[in-house]
C-alpha cells in the first residue's frame, strides 16, 4: 500500500470509508426497515409540514420515504462532512504538517500527484458508495420491496458525485487560503447556503429560481429509488462537469502557487513587498490584549469559536422546533392518539402538549450535543498535555493545581452559556408566539444538563493524568454514547433499575414535563466534585510523561 | 521543573525543593524545552505577553531588545514561524525576566550563524551578571565555548563532572616526537604518566599517549636529540567519545 501516492492516501481513507459507510448503511437499512410500520401510523401527515426538508414525491411508498428522511439531504449533507475535509487537507494537510516539501521534492510533478491523491479520494467515495448501495439491498429485503441493485447503486453513485462536488469545492477553495481549516469552513458554508437557496426555493415559489442555483437541487433532480420519477441525465451532466471543472480549476492553481502560499499572491507578486510588522507595534498590540492576562481567560478565548457555532447551532435547532410547535401540535395529536407505534417513536413524551413536543423534540437531544460539547472543551487539556503545548505553560511560576483549575473554570463559564441562552431565548420565542410553556420548567430543562456538562469535563480531565488524549476522548465518547443508548432504547431494553441508573441522560430524566429533579441532579453534581477533587490531586501528584 | 515525580531522593534549586516547592523555583528559572510547542494561531508577541503574565509581568522594553538582538519578527502567528524563528522565541520567553538560572534543552539548535553568535553573546552577559546557566547539547564545540563546567551522561547516569579546563588537562593527550633517526618505544615506555606509545611507519616518529604533566616525556626526548615535539589536545569531543567507548567503565555519579 506504500508504492503510490494513491495507494498510500487510500490507506490513510480506509478506516473512514468503513466508519461511515457502515455508519450511514446501518441508519439506510434502519429507515427501510422501520418505514411499514411508519407509513401506516400515518407519519406522512407530519412530513407534509416538512416540505422545507425535502422534495416530497411519492412520500407515502417506502422508496419516496427513504429518499425524502435519507437521500434528500440528510445523508449527502451528512456525509459531506467528510467530503470537506478531505478535500480541504487533499494537498493543504500536507502543507500545514511541512510533508508536502519532502513528497515535492521527489522527481513527480505536481499536477501527478495532486492528481494521484485525487484519484484515491475518488476510489474512497466509490468504495464507500459500494457499500452503501449493499446496505440500500439489505433494507429492500428487510423492507419486504424487491430487491432492484441497479437503482441502488445509482442512488448511491448519485451521491458520491454529489460528496466529490464538495471535495472539490474544499479543494479549489484550499489553495486561496492557508489554512484547511478555513478552506473546510468556506466550504461547508457554500453548502448550508446550497440548502438555503434549495428549501427557500422549494417553499417560497417566488423564490424557485433560486434553486438552480443550488447544488442540492441538480442532485435531487435524480430519485434512482423511486421507479416513477424518470432519470435527468442533463442534471447528471451538470455535476459531473462542475466537478471536472472544479478539479482542474484546483490542480491548475495548485501547480502554479508556491508551496506554502495562497494563489491569489501570484497576481501581488512584484507589485507589493510583504508587510514588516514593527516589533514594538507587535509586542503593545498584544499587551492590550485582556484574554492573555492568565490560562484561564486565555483559554476562555480560543473557545470561543467553539463556542460561538455550538450555542448557534444549538439555538437555531431550539427556535426552529419552538417556532413549529403552533402549527405542528395538531397534526402530532391526531397522528399519536391512540396509535401505540408513534407514541413510542416519541419516548413516551406525550407530544400533544407543548413542553410535551420540546422534551420529544428539543430536550431528548440537546442535553446529548452539550455533553459533547463540554468534551470538546475539556479535550484541549488533554490534547495541548499530549502535543507538549503545556510544558512552557508548567515552567512558570504557578501551580499545578491552579493551572487546572483555571482551565477547568473556564470550561465550566464556557459550558454555562449554551443552557442560559436557551432558556432566554425559549422564554422569548413563547412570547412572541403566543406559546404558553413554564417558566420554572424550562429553566429546569436547561440548567439540568449543567451537571452533565461538568460531569463530561471532570471525567477528561480525570483520565488525561493517566491516559492519552486520544484514550481519554475515545472512553468519554463510549461513556456518553452507551448513556444514551440506554435511555433511548430503554423502552424496549426495559433495564433494571441501577443499571440504566448509570445513564446520565437518565438521570436528567425529563425536567421540562417534570420539573427541577433535585435527587439525580445534585447526584450528578455531587459525582461531578469528586471526579473533579480526583483529577486535581492526580494531575498535582503525576509525572507528566507517565501517560499511556 | 517539577515535571518529573522523583522516584528516589530529591532535587533542589537554590534550596528550593523542585517539586514541592516548582512555583518558586520556577520563578528563579528560565525553561527552553528540546521542543518548544505552543498554541499555533498565536502570534509571537501573543505568547511573549501571555507567558510574562504567567510569570506575573516582565520588563516589555527588555523584551523588545531581545526580540531585536535576535532579529526576531513577534508579529507572525506560531505555525508560520521556521525551525529557526521558534527557537529564537524560545529562547526569548526564557530570557526575559532575567531569571537566576536558565535551563537550555539545545540552545542553538535551528539558528543561523549569527544569531548563535548572538546568542553565545547573551549567555556571556547573563554569566558575567553572576547567573547560572545550565545548558544541554550534543554540540560540543559549542559546550567547549560556553561552559566552564561540564556533566557527562551515559547510560542515564553521571559519569564525569569537572571544569572544562580540568577535563581537558586530566585526559590523555597525545605527544608526537620525530628524531633524526631510527626512534625506539622503549626509551619512553615507563615513563611516569605515559600510557602508549606507538612507532610511525618511517621508525623516526613516535606518537604518546600522556597523561598529565610532560617533564619526564620531555627530558627524554631531549636525552635522545629529539627534532620536534608537538602535544595535540583532545578536543570535549573526544574526551565526550572515550566516555562513550564500550569498554570504559562507568563510574559512578558525582
Known amino acids: 500500500m506504500l508504492r503510490t501516492i494513491w495507494l498510500k492516501t487510500l490507506r490513510e481513507y480506509w478506516i473512514a470509508v468503513l466508519c461511515w459507510g457502515l455508519g450511514l448503511g446501518l441508519l439506510i437499512y434502519a429507515m427501510y426497515a422501520t418505514a411499514q410500520d411508519a407509513l401506516s401510523a400515518g407519519v406522512t401527515q407530519i412530513y407534509q409540514s416538512f416540505s422545507f426538508y425535502g422534495d416530497q414525491v411519492a412520500l407515502n411508498t417506502i422508496p419516496g420515504y427513504v429518499t425524502f428522511r435519507v437521500f434528500g439531504t440528510t445523508l449527502p449533507a451528512f456525509l459531506a462532512i467528510w467530503a470537506i475535509l478531505a478535500g480541504a487537507r487533499l494537498v493543504r494537510g500536507d502543507e500545514e504538517r511541512g510533508t508536502l516539501d519532502v513528497l515535492l521534492s521527489q522527481p513527480l510533478a505536481r499536477i501527478r500527484l495532486l492528481l494521484e491523491k485525487l484519484l484515491a479520494l475518488i476510489l474512497a467515495i466509490l468504495v464507500m458508495m459500494l457499500i452503501i448501495s449493499l446496505f440500500i439491498l439489505l433494507g429492500q429485503l428487510s423492507a419486504k420491496q424487491a430487491a432492484d441493485y441497479p437503482r441502488a447503486l445509482l442512488t448511491a453513485l448519485n451521491v458520491g458525485l454529489f460528496e466529490l462536488i464538495f471535495a472539490s469545492i474544499a479543494l479549489l477553495i484550499s489553495q486561496f487560503v492557508r489554512w484547511r481549516g478555513a478552506a473546510a469552513g468556506w466550504t461547508a458554508a457554500i453548502l448550508v447556503i446550497m440548502f438555503l437557496f434549495d428549501s427557500v426555493g422549494r417553499v417560497q415559489h417566488d423564490f424557485d429560481w433560486l434553486r438552480h442555483l443550488s447544488i442540492f437541487y441538480y442532485y435531487n433532480v435524480n430519485k434512482p429509488l423511486i421507479p416513477s420519477v424518470a432519470a435527468n441525465w442533463g442534471a447528471v451532466m451538470l455535476l459531473v462537469l462542475l466537478a471536472v471543472v472544479l478539479i482542474v480549476a484546483g490542480a491548475l492553481l495548485f501547480a502554479r502557487r508556491d508551496l506554502g502560499g495562497v494563489a491569489l499572491q501570484l497576481a501581488l507578486n512584484g507589485q507589493r513587498q510583504p508587510a514588516t510588522v514593527e516589533r514594538a507595534r507587535a509586542l503593545a498590540r498584544a499587551a492590550g490584549d485582556p484574554f492573555l492576562r492568565s490560562l484561564g481567560l486565555r483559554t476562555l478565548r480560543a473557545q470561543f469559536t467553539a463556542l460561538f457555532w455550538w450555542t448557534v447551532i444549538t439555538l437555531f435547532f431550539v427556535e426552529f422546533l419552538t417556532a413549529l410547535i403552533p402549527s405542528l401540535l395538531d397534526i402530532f395529536r391526531k397522528a399519536v392518539e391512540g396509535n401505540a407505534v408513534m407514541s413510542q417513536l416519541f419516548s413516551g413524551y406525550n407530544v400533544a402538549t407543548n413542553q410535551g413536543f420540546l422534551g420529544a423534540t428539543v430536550f431528548a437531544f440537546v442535553p446529548v450535543a452539550l455533553t459533547i460539547f463540554a468534551l470538546t472543551l475539556a479535550h484541549s487539556w488533554s490534547r495541548d498535555l499530549d502535543n507538549q503545548r503545556l510544558e512552557i505553560i508548567l515552567s512558570m511560576p504557578q501551580s499545578r493545581l491552579r493551572l487546572l483549575a483555571e482551565h477547568a473554570s473556564a470550561v465550566i463559564l464556557a459550558s454555562l452559556i449554551p443552557p442560559l441562552l436557551i432558556w432566554l431565548s425559549l422564554l422569548l420565542t413563547a412570547s412572541i408566539i403566543n406559546l404558553r410553556i413554564d417558566v420554572g420548567d424550562t429553566a429546569a430543562a436547561c440548567f439540568s444538563m449543567l451537571p452533565l456538562e461538568w460531569l463530561t469535563a471532570a471525567l477528561v480531565y480525570l483520565l488525561a493524568t493517566r491516559l492519552s488524549s486520544g484514550l481519554t476522548t475515545g472512553l468519554v465518547s463510549v461513556f456518553l454514547a452507551l448513556s444514551f443508548l440506554m435511555e433511548f432504547l430503554q423502552p424496549m431494553l426495559k433495564l433494571p433499575e441501577w443499571l440504566i441508573n448509570l445513564s446520565i441522560f437518565h438521570l436528567y430524566g425529563s425536567p421540562i414535563t417534570e420539573g427541577m429533579r433535585w435527587g439525580p441532579t445534585l447526584t450528578v453534581l455531587g459525582l461531578t466534585l469528586v471526579v473533579g477533587l480526583a483529577a486535581l490531586l492526580h494531575f498535582r501528584q503525576s509525572s507528566l510523561v507517565a501517560r499511556a | ?254
Open chain 2, 1 to 254: 521543573m517539577g515535571f518529573l515525580r522523583p522516584s528516589a531522593g530529591r532535587a533542589t534549586i537554590a534550596g528550593l525543593d523542585c517539586w514541592s516547592q516548582a512555583p518558586a523555583v520556577k520563578r528563579l528559572v528560565g525553561y527552553l524545552p528540546s521542543e518548544f510547542a505552543f498554541d499555533p494561531g498565536l502570534t509571537g508577541a501573543q505568547i511573549l505577553t501571555y507567558l510574562g503574565h504567567l510569570r506575573g509581568g516582565v520588563d516589555r522594553s527588555y523584551v523588545q531588545q531581545l526580540c531585536e538582538r535576535l532579529d526576531f519578527d513577534p508579529g507572525k502567528r506560531f505555525r508560520e514561524y521556521s525551525r529557526g524563528n521558534r527557537q529564537k522565541l524560545g529562547l526569548i520567553q526564557a530570557f526575559m525576566h532575567r531569571p537566576r538560572l536558565l535551563i537550555l534543552d539545545e540552545p542553538s539548535s535551528g539558528l543561523d550563524p549569527l544569531n548563535q553568535q548572538e546568542f553565545y553573546r547573551m549567555l556571556r552577559e547573563v554569566q558575567s551578571e553572576g547567573h547560572t546557566v545550565f545548558l544541554s547539547s550534543h554540540i560540543l564545540p559549542e559546550v567547549e565555548q560556553t561552559c566552564s563546567r561540564v556533566g557527562i551522561i551515559r547510560d542515564g547516569r553521571l559519569v564525569e563532572v569537572n571544569e572544562v579546563s580540568r577535563l581537558k588537562h586530566m585526559r590523555q593527550q597525545t605527544v608526537v616526537i620525530s628524531f633524526p633517526g631510527p626512534a625506539s618505544p622503549e626509551w619512553f615506555q615507563g615513563l611516569p604518566g605515559v600510557a602508549a606509545v606507538r612507532l610511525n611507519r618511517d621508525g623516526r616518529e613516535l606518537h604518546l599517549d600522556v597523561q598529565g604533566e610532560l617533564q619526564a616525556v620531555i627530558k627524554a626526548a631531549a636525552a635522545h636529540d629529539a627534532l620536534s615535539l608537538s602535544t595535540q589536545e583532545p578536543s570535549l569531543e573526544e574526551i565526550f567519545l572515550r566516555f562513550y567507548q564500550v569498554d570504559q567503565p562507568v563510574a559512578a555519579g558525582r
